[in-house]
């Protein structure tokens, strides 16, 4: 009999996760006068130790507690608080009040325009909103939501108690699979979806991080440079301050300017950095340009996710930094829906580039595991393109009001105790079934077409539910690659963006008859929106017009950076009218 052709299945390794909220964790290392935050400040101590940090949080922990009514909601709704502030050590205490407060934290840019703003507020029901000066109190006024300054928040909790908070005082005891965040992204109906991100998936990314890359005895400081609402910021921001380090939080200005974001990073040492493609391809650039200064000599780790890695990119950064001499870059990939990542590959030499078509998106995190399927949801075998699926510990609790359940499944390969699946998964990778009804966990050895038993590890119910990704892959030489979208969504600067809704936006501007938006020079790594715009009779309107009404209801990176009017375009526009139609 002839060996079994390999499955497009992978599974990372299965491993312990603390069960207990984030607070805890880092109430374990409040006693320490270690600093925690540093920041740019010419008035007052420009750093927070661990023990300060505690301190401030269960303060203010008690004045939101204090302010959050939770008269009228049902109990299985979730607790959330509004967060409208720029990036600031009172943010990262806001947050982390939050949590101790027994709730989420749901955050908006201050420069979000109000239909965003309302939207969120109206579909979060968040029982207050902090916000700074940054933001102004109008913003919340039509919303019903009570909204305090952080500054006015911060003299309420100096009234306070800073001990530790009993259950008592919480607006709701946190759990493990407590909600701790929820993040809004953008949707294909026009209107955005909040994410609901546990603490137990939170956790499991986070622990993760701290196995497969370990923070070096001489790693002292981490940086903070990504908007508060993109999921990656919940690792830099969390990364470092679970694990006793510094966080150095970097001005929007800072992260903007290649060259300030290079002097800051090689003036506090940074050894690590989370960035998008584009990102990378700037820092790269200024690098180039001067070359007598051989910068970041220090920074090993270079983290791509948000956008596709193309090996043009990454061949000039190992031209730059040479080969097999501690430099790594790593290529992560995911969505806000599955706690910002859930595959990874590393790279560490130029030569590594000729051995995939792509640069892979690589092997699932530990507690997950990807399917690729095809359209009945059958797994393909290695070498065939299918949809990516994702299961395990760091999917997200779905979307607030349960919204897009097509998104959210049950997994029809998961194995219950007592059960057979009917799928024919198992038998073609030779699993008994008497493995099966014992609820036993394996692993599926692709080099030898064998499943492996595992007596110790019972089945766990975080595999009982699958995400649909809308993106396609394939299974090759047990790494997955990335083959593209099945929508319309695209990434802009590590942004998630579907054009169908950036569409529908401008398609409501007054004088606009048709659209069609569509993504350009994604290939080269610079992508950006353009809008294709036929105008209705006698409309009289330029780009500008249209960019500054679309401010009202995008964000700044969804909005487009040209509108071709199609009636005096020759670039055969029409026919992609009709086609989108």
């Known amino acids: 009999m002839g060996s079994l052709p390999r499955l497009s299945v992978t599974m990372g390794e299965r491993r312990p996760v603390p069960t207990a909220p984030l607070p805890e964790h880092f109430s374990r290392l409040a006693t320490s006068k270690q600093t925690a935050l540093l920041y740019d400040d010419e008035v007052t101590n420009n750093r927070v130790t661990y023990a300060e940090l505690e301190t401030r949080a269960n303060a203010l922990a008690r004045a939101i ?124 109906t026009g209107v955005p979806k909040g994410v609901r991100l546990s603490h137990s998936a939170i956790c499991n990314r986070l622990w993760w991080q701290f196995t497969t890359f370990p923070f070096s005895n001489d790693e002292d400081i981490c940086v903070w440079k990504t908007a508060l609402t993109f999921v990656d910021s919940v690792c830099e921001i969390w990364g470092p301050l679970l694990n006793g380090r510094a966080l150095r939080i970097l001005s929007k200005e800072t992260t903007r300017d290649p060259q300030r974001l290079v002097e800051e990073l090689a003036e506090n040492r940074i050894q690590r950095l989370v960035l998008v493609p584009t990102l990378l391809r700037s820092i790269l650039l200024y690098l180039s340009l001067n070359p007598s200064e051989k910068l970041l000599k220090r920074l090993k780790l270079w983290v791509c996710s948000g956008e596709t890695l193309n090996k043009d990119l990454a061949g000039q950064f190992f031209q730059y930094f040479g080969d097999n001499n501690g430099f790594k870059l790593a290529n992560f990939y995911g969505s806000t829906e599955v706690m910002g990542d859930v595959t990874y590959y590393v790279l560490e030499s130029f030569d590594q580039l000729s051995l995939f078509p792509t640069i892979p998106i690589g092997s699932p995190l530990q507690n997950c595991a990807v399917y690729i399927l095809d359209e009945e949801m059958n797994v393909v075998r290695e070498g065939e393109t299918g949809e990516i699926w994702v299961g395990g510990m760091n999917l997200a609790n779905g979307y607030v009001g349960g919204q897009a359940p097509e998104k959210f499944m049950d997994n029809p390969h998961t194995a219950h105790p007592g059960t057979q699946p009917t799928n024919s998964l198992y038998t073609n990778m030779g699993v008994p079934s008497s493995w099966l009804k014992e609820g036993k966990t394996f692993q599926y050895n692709v080099d030898k077409h064998k499943a492996i038993k595992h007596e110790t590890i019972s089945l766990g119910e975080e595999f009982n539910r699958l995400y649909r990704t809308g993106d396609f892959g394939l299974l090759q030489k047990g790494e997955i690659l990335y083959m ?34 569509l993504c350009y020079g994604a290939d080269r790594g610079t992508p950006e929106i353009l809008a294709f715009v036929t105008l209705q009779d006698e409309a009289r309107l330029a780009g500008h017009h249209i960019e500054a009404a679309l401010k009202n209801s995008l964000t700044h990176y969804m909005i487009p950076q040209n509108y071709p009017d199609t009636e005096n375009d020759s670039s055969n526009m029409a026919g992609k009218l009709m086609q989108f139609g």
């Not at 019903?144 to 909790?157: F, H, I, M, N, T």
């Not at 695209?490 to 048709?514: F, T, Y």
Request: aromatic share 6%.
């Open 65 to 188: 507690a204090a302010r959050g009514s939770v008269n009228g909601r049902n109990t299985d709704e979730d607790f959330v608080v509004a967060v409208c502030m720029q990036p600031t050590h009172g943010t990262v205490t806001t947050l982390l009040a939050i949590w101790k407060a027994g709730a989420a934290y749901v955050p908006m840019e201050p420069t979000f325009p109000q239909a965003r703003i309302s939207h969120i507020l109206k579909d979060a029901q968040p029982c207050l909103v902090v916000y700074d000066d940054t933001a102004k109190p109008k913003m919340f006024a039509d919303s019903g939501v009570p909204a305090v300054a952080y500054e006015a928040l911060l003299l309420e909790s100096s009234g306070y108690s800073t001990q530790e908070l009993e259950d008592r005082e919480l607006l709701n005891p946190l759990e493990s699979e407590s909600i701790g965040i929820v993040l809004y992204t953008s949707g294909s």
């Open 484 to 517: 593209g979208r099945l929508d319309s969504q695209v990434k802009i600067r590590g942004h998630r963006v579907d054009l169908q809704e950036v569409e529908s936006a401008v398609s409501n501007v007054p004088g606009v008859e048709k659209c069609v938006v």
